[in-house]
Protein backbone atom coordinates (compact mmCIF):
# COMPACT_ATOMS: atom_id res chain seq x y z
CA UNK A 1 0.00 0.00 0.00
CA UNK A 2 1.22 3.27 -0.86
CA UNK A 3 1.50 5.89 1.77
CA UNK A 4 -0.07 9.86 1.28
CA UNK A 5 3.47 10.71 1.49
CA UNK A 6 4.65 8.52 -1.23
CA UNK A 7 1.61 9.62 -3.04
CA UNK A 8 2.27 13.25 -2.73
CA UNK A 9 6.15 12.23 -3.48
CA UNK A 10 4.94 11.08 -7.05
CA UNK A 11 2.96 13.41 -7.48
CA UNK A 12 5.56 15.87 -7.47
CA UNK A 13 8.12 14.06 -9.39
CA UNK A 14 5.27 13.85 -11.78
CA UNK A 15 4.22 17.32 -11.84
CA UNK A 16 7.52 18.74 -12.33
CA UNK A 17 8.62 16.39 -15.07
CA UNK A 18 5.48 17.63 -17.16
CA UNK A 19 6.29 21.04 -15.90
CA UNK A 20 10.21 21.55 -16.90
CA UNK A 21 9.38 19.95 -20.88
CA UNK A 22 6.42 22.01 -21.16
CA UNK A 23 9.12 24.77 -20.36
CA UNK A 24 11.94 23.39 -22.37
CA UNK A 25 9.05 23.42 -25.40
CA UNK A 26 8.48 27.10 -24.47
CA UNK A 27 4.61 25.90 -24.57
CA UNK A 28 2.31 28.00 -21.78
CA UNK A 29 -0.05 25.90 -19.80
CA UNK A 30 -3.12 27.16 -21.81
CA UNK A 31 -1.56 25.31 -25.13
CA UNK A 32 -0.60 22.63 -23.57
CA UNK A 33 -3.81 22.24 -21.62
CA UNK A 34 -5.92 22.64 -25.00
CA UNK A 35 -3.63 20.51 -27.12
CA UNK A 36 -4.31 17.30 -24.27
CA UNK A 37 -7.91 18.09 -24.13
CA UNK A 38 -8.07 19.12 -20.60
CA UNK A 39 -8.09 22.18 -18.45
CA UNK A 40 -5.61 25.10 -17.46
CA UNK A 41 -6.35 25.06 -14.12
CA UNK A 42 -6.15 20.99 -13.81
CA UNK A 43 -2.49 21.14 -15.47
CA UNK A 44 -1.20 23.34 -13.42
CA UNK A 45 -2.64 21.74 -10.24
CA UNK A 46 -1.13 18.31 -11.59
CA UNK A 47 2.23 20.72 -12.36
CA UNK A 48 2.69 21.52 -8.81
CA UNK A 49 1.59 18.30 -7.61
CA UNK A 50 -2.00 19.21 -6.31
CA UNK A 51 -3.34 16.67 -8.58
CA UNK A 52 -3.06 13.24 -10.05
CA UNK A 53 -4.10 12.93 -14.06
CA UNK A 54 -5.64 9.37 -14.95
CA UNK A 55 -4.03 7.69 -17.36
CA UNK A 56 -6.25 9.14 -20.31
CA UNK A 57 -5.10 12.41 -18.91
CA UNK A 58 -1.74 11.67 -18.77
CA UNK A 59 -1.67 9.85 -22.60
CA UNK A 60 -3.24 13.48 -23.29
CA UNK A 61 -0.09 15.46 -21.70
CA UNK A 62 2.40 13.34 -23.31
CA UNK A 63 0.84 14.06 -26.71
CA UNK A 64 0.43 17.05 -26.71
CA UNK A 65 4.41 17.44 -25.50
CA UNK A 66 5.36 15.37 -28.24
CA UNK A 67 6.62 12.12 -26.22
CA UNK A 68 5.02 8.67 -25.11
CA UNK A 69 3.47 8.06 -22.04
CA UNK A 70 6.56 5.98 -20.73
CA UNK A 71 8.12 9.06 -20.68
CA UNK A 72 6.72 10.28 -17.68
CA UNK A 73 5.80 7.15 -15.82
CA UNK A 74 8.95 5.33 -16.70
CA UNK A 75 12.08 5.87 -14.19
CA UNK A 76 15.58 5.82 -15.33
CA UNK A 77 17.19 2.70 -14.52
CA UNK A 78 21.27 1.12 -15.14
CA UNK A 79 19.63 -1.33 -18.21
CA UNK A 80 17.95 1.69 -19.58
CA UNK A 81 20.25 4.81 -19.15
CA UNK A 82 23.61 3.18 -19.47
CA UNK A 83 26.07 1.64 -21.48
CA UNK A 84 29.09 -0.37 -19.91
CA UNK A 85 32.48 -0.53 -22.02
CA UNK A 86 31.85 -4.56 -21.37
CA UNK A 87 28.48 -4.24 -23.64
CA UNK A 88 29.81 -2.38 -26.25
CA UNK A 89 29.51 -5.38 -29.79
CA UNK A 90 30.74 -4.60 -32.71
CA UNK A 91 28.61 -5.53 -36.13
CA UNK A 92 29.36 -4.92 -39.64
CA UNK A 93 27.51 -5.43 -42.58
CA UNK A 94 28.50 -7.82 -46.00
CA UNK A 95 28.53 -4.99 -48.09
CA UNK A 96 31.15 -2.73 -45.72
CA UNK A 97 34.44 -3.38 -44.04
CA UNK A 98 33.58 -0.58 -41.14
CA UNK A 99 32.43 -1.74 -37.99
CA UNK A 100 29.82 -0.59 -35.38
CA UNK A 101 29.24 -0.19 -31.94
CA UNK A 102 25.87 1.31 -30.27
CA UNK A 103 26.77 3.47 -27.54
CA UNK A 104 23.36 4.19 -26.54
CA UNK A 105 20.12 1.69 -25.39
CA UNK A 106 17.79 1.04 -27.49
CA UNK A 107 14.31 2.13 -26.53
CA UNK A 108 10.23 2.69 -28.19
CA UNK A 109 10.46 6.46 -29.05
CA UNK A 110 13.91 7.17 -28.78
CA UNK A 111 14.82 10.29 -30.38
CA UNK A 112 18.61 9.59 -30.56
CA UNK A 113 21.38 7.27 -31.12
CA UNK A 114 24.79 7.08 -30.62
CA UNK A 115 27.16 4.80 -32.47
CA UNK A 116 31.05 4.40 -32.31
CA UNK A 117 32.21 3.77 -35.92
CA UNK A 118 35.75 2.20 -36.72
CA UNK A 119 36.63 3.08 -40.63
CA UNK A 120 39.82 0.69 -41.62
CA UNK A 121 42.32 2.42 -43.20
CA UNK A 122 42.75 2.95 -46.88
CA UNK A 123 38.95 2.90 -48.24
CA UNK A 124 39.68 3.96 -51.64
CA UNK A 125 36.37 5.22 -52.24
CA UNK A 126 33.44 6.86 -50.41
CA UNK A 127 30.89 4.53 -48.35
CA UNK A 128 27.60 4.62 -49.91
CA UNK A 129 25.61 8.13 -50.33
CA UNK A 130 22.75 7.95 -48.26
CA UNK A 131 19.90 10.48 -47.31
CA UNK A 132 17.14 9.45 -44.65
CA UNK A 133 15.10 12.28 -42.06
CA UNK A 134 16.72 13.43 -38.91
CA UNK A 135 20.12 15.00 -38.14
CA UNK A 136 24.03 13.38 -37.92
CA UNK A 137 26.74 14.59 -35.65
CA UNK A 138 30.19 13.05 -36.27
CA UNK A 139 33.02 13.93 -33.97
CA UNK A 140 36.84 12.12 -34.95
CA UNK A 141 38.24 10.17 -32.33
CA UNK A 142 41.35 9.58 -34.46
CA UNK A 143 42.63 9.24 -37.51
CA UNK A 144 41.26 11.06 -40.52
CA UNK A 145 38.30 10.82 -42.72
CA UNK A 146 36.37 12.34 -45.79
CA UNK A 147 32.88 13.41 -45.50
CA UNK A 148 30.97 14.59 -48.46
CA UNK A 149 28.06 16.64 -48.23
CA UNK A 150 25.99 17.30 -51.65
CA UNK A 151 29.14 16.54 -53.47
CA UNK A 152 31.49 18.64 -51.49
CA UNK A 153 34.39 16.93 -49.78
CA UNK A 154 35.67 18.02 -46.01
CA UNK A 155 38.68 16.23 -44.48
CA UNK A 156 37.78 15.88 -41.52
CA UNK A 157 41.17 15.26 -38.37
CA UNK A 158 41.18 14.04 -34.97
CA UNK A 159 38.96 16.46 -32.62
CA UNK A 160 36.97 17.84 -35.96
CA UNK A 161 32.96 17.48 -36.12
CA UNK A 162 30.25 18.23 -38.45
CA UNK A 163 26.42 18.50 -37.94
CA UNK A 164 24.03 18.29 -40.87
CA UNK A 165 20.40 17.81 -42.33
CA UNK A 166 20.36 14.21 -42.61
CA UNK A 167 18.55 14.80 -45.85
CA UNK A 168 21.62 16.13 -47.36
CA UNK A 169 23.31 13.26 -49.98
CA UNK A 170 25.84 12.27 -47.25
CA UNK A 171 28.68 9.26 -47.32
CA UNK A 172 32.48 8.92 -45.20
CA UNK A 173 35.12 7.31 -46.38
CA UNK A 174 38.90 7.32 -44.65
CA UNK A 175 41.47 7.66 -47.44
CA UNK A 176 44.69 7.74 -45.02
CA UNK A 177 46.88 4.38 -43.59
CA UNK A 178 45.41 4.22 -40.29
CA UNK A 179 42.04 3.47 -38.81
CA UNK A 180 39.63 6.16 -38.24
CA UNK A 181 37.37 6.35 -35.00
CA UNK A 182 34.85 8.54 -34.58
CA UNK A 183 31.85 8.53 -32.79
CA UNK A 184 28.39 9.39 -34.88
CA UNK A 185 24.95 10.60 -32.86
CA UNK A 186 21.67 10.90 -34.94
CA UNK A 187 17.94 10.80 -35.18
CA UNK A 188 17.87 6.75 -35.19
CA UNK A 189 17.85 4.68 -38.24
CA UNK A 190 18.70 1.18 -40.03
CA UNK A 191 22.08 1.34 -40.86
Known sequence: MVSNVESARRAADLGGKIRALRHRLRRTLDETATAAGISKPFLSQVERGLATPSLTSLAGIASALGVTLQYFVETPSEERSVRRAEQLRFFSF????????????SSVGSQL???FV?????????AEVTTHAGEEFLYVIS???????????FELHAGDSAHYESTVPHSWANTGDVEATLVWVGTPRLF
Open 113 to 115: ESI
Open 94 to 105: ADSANLFARLTN
Open 143 to 153: GEMSLTLEGKT
Open 118 to 126: RLPAGQSSA
